[in-house]
């Protein structure tokens, strides 16, 4: 799992703390941990490594990429141009091949990857929905979706998946199963109030009964990536404001 390459910096309790930093200083960008495997990028080229060892496995040449998932025989990644996103999946030892695109208007999120199932968000006009794609048999299958909420970041494990529902009053983090269905039976591991800037829902002189809970304050943190572990989930905490070098990862027992 992720842990591998994190190390608790802050005491807090046993059922919720925070992580943050890299125990091996890499030189490069958008680390991904997966099975025995580490790639990471250095411009242009993808390093897929050994994780206990950092033994060179394969490079791969991929401009444009700024998401990388890697698994014992697959690697993925994710390539953004001028004309939309792209999400290229290849064997190690193979070619490559794009399992998923989209234009510039809608959003292509960042893979992840379970041996060879491959998670992704895909969002535009007419919905949210998580992808995953059998890479080997090249069955595609929509996990979950959603036309009023966001469901974005997933992480997939064992049959297990993980990932963000954002809704106008609330972010959560959830774990279902990895097939396809409705959320109902999905369980909220982590809620916090939503980062969306809302009005009182009345106005003055009428009456302050609305359909949905009276606005609060936002939250001052965004639900970002996910990463997920056999005893564990992991979620990327993103600062609405500031720089974004300030985000944290918190680990929730599943």
């Known amino acids: 799992g992720s842990g591998a390459l994190?190390?608790?910096?802050?005491?807090?309790?046993?059922?919720?703390h925070h992580l943050t930093g890299i125990v091996n200083e890499l030189p490069t960008r958008d680390p991904a941990l997966g099975g025995s495997m580490l790639a990471v990028r250095d411009g242009d080229v993808v390093h897929v490594q050994r994780a206990d060892d950092l033994a060179p496995v394969v490079d791969v040449s991929a401009p444009g990429a700024d998401a990388l998932a890697v698994s014992d025989r697959w690697l993925a990644y994710r390539v953004r141009s001028v004309a939309g996103t792209r999400i290229v999946a290849r064997?190690?030892?193979?070619?490559?091949?794009?399992?998923?695109?989209?234009?510039?208007?809608?959003?292509?999120?960042?893979p992840s990857l379970d041996g060879q199932l491959l998670v992704f968000h895909v969002a535009d006009t007419r919905s949210s929905r998580i992808v995953a794609v059998d890479l080997a048999?090249?069955?595609?299958?929509?996990?979950?979706?959603?036309?009023?909420?966001?469901?974005t970041n997933p992480s997939v494990l064992g049959g297990t998946l993980l990932y963000v529902r954002q809704t106008n009053t609330s972010q959560m983090l959830q774990l279902g199963r990895a097939r396809p269905g409705s959320s109902n039976g999905d369980r909220v591991l982590l809620r916090a109030a939503s980062t969306s800037l809302r009005d009182s829902g009345f106005q003055p002189g009428y009456s302050r009964v609305t359909r949905t809970p009276p606005a609060g304050p936002r939250a001052a943190t965004s639900f970002w990536t996910t990463a997920l572990a056999r005893d564990a989930a992991y979620l990327t905490l993103l600062p609405r404001t500031g720089d974004p070098r300030r985000a944290s990862i918190v680990r929730v027992p599943r």
């Open 6 to 16: 994190l190390r608790r910096t802050s005491e807090a309790p046993p059922d919720l």
């Open 91 to 110: 064997r190690l030892r193979g070619g490559a091949t794009t399992v998923a695109s989209v234009r510039s208007f809608a959003q292509l999120g960042r």
């Open 137 to 151: 048999r090249g069955k595609r299958t929509i996990l979950r979706r959603s036309q009023l909420d966001a469901v």
